[in-house]
């Protein structure tokens, strides 16, 4: 196994873990249905497919 030259910091460690934390899903409520969605992605409500608002295709299933 390769080994460092010279001991690594714990800030510099540290400086790297900082992007690893998880952050929360983004909800959002469609203005026309109600339903409860991940912002950006289309949703099913009632067989139809939305997005934005906006029905995008009919009898999805």
């Known amino acids: ?3 460092p030259k010279r001991k690594i910091s ?3 460690r ?3 873990r900082t992007h690893d934390a998880l952050s929360a899903k983004q909800l959002s ?3 026309t249905t109600g339903e409860v ?3 950006h992605h289309a949703h ?3 067989g139809n ?3 934005k608002g906006k029905l995008v295709v ?3 299933n």
Do not use: C, I
């Open 1 to 3: 196994m390769a080994h």
């Open 10 to 12: 714990k800030t510099r």
């Open 14 to 16: 540290d400086k790297r």
């Open 29 to 31: 409520v469609d203005v």
């Open 37 to 39: 969605h991940l912002r």
């Open 44 to 46: 099913v409500s009632e």
């Open 49 to 51: 497919l939305y997005y």
């Open 58 to 60: 009919e009898n999805y």
